[in-house]
């Protein structure tokens, strides 16, 4: 984790207190966005809902830069059938104005290492197919093109693909 450190990066589970920014930032892309496939903005409950399951696997992380928000980083379930257990969806949210700095592939590589201490074997990452900063965060990682869904969600009037990624880490 050097290079984490290094990067002056931490990367502590999400408390109630974070809850109103990581809202923020979530619904940011919500609205201006097809990084996320909801059309309407969440509410803190949603939000509550979403990243304080209380299960010790499929966890939520704050990506803190000094003790500010630069965004969030989070493994959910893949599937909810117990055969997928061994496998993890992840998703990486910076704050606007964040990317393009390194905090994605920190982040990246933290829970990459955190999966691993979890003994996750798969790690899946499902992006929009036009979010290429996300796919080439991806590519660049060691993840692979695993699925292509056409035409899959619409959004903002207008018919959107999605690709997933996967990278077996254990």
Do not use: W
Request: proline share 2%; hydrophobic share 35%.
């Amino acid at each position: 984790m050097s290079d984490i450190t290094a990067s002056g990066l931490s990367f502590p589970e999400i408390k109630e207190e974070h809850l109103p920014e990581v809202l923020d930032i979530y619904n940011y892309y919500v609205l201006n966005t097809t990084v996320s496939f909801h059309t309407e903005p969440l509410s803190l409950a949603d939000m509550r809902n979403a990243v304080l399951n209380g299960d010790v696997r499929f966890k939520s992380y704050a990506i803190l830069r000094e003790d500010e928000l630069q965004g969030y980083v989070l493994i959910t379930r893949h599937k909810n059938k117990q055969a997928y257990d061994a496998s993890g969806e992840i998703t990486i949210y910076l704050k606007p104005g964040c990317s393009g700095q390194g905090i994605g592939g920190s982040a990246l590589r933290f829970i990459e290492e955190r999966a691993v201490e979890l003994e996750f074997h798969v790690l899946v990452a499902t992006v929009c197919a036009e979010n290429e900063s996300s796919l080439k965060l991806f590519r660049k990682n060691g993840y692979e093109q695993s699925a292509y869904f056409k035409e899959i969600g619409t959004k903002f009037g207008r018919r959107l693909d999605i690709a997933s990624y996967q990278k077996i880490i254990g």
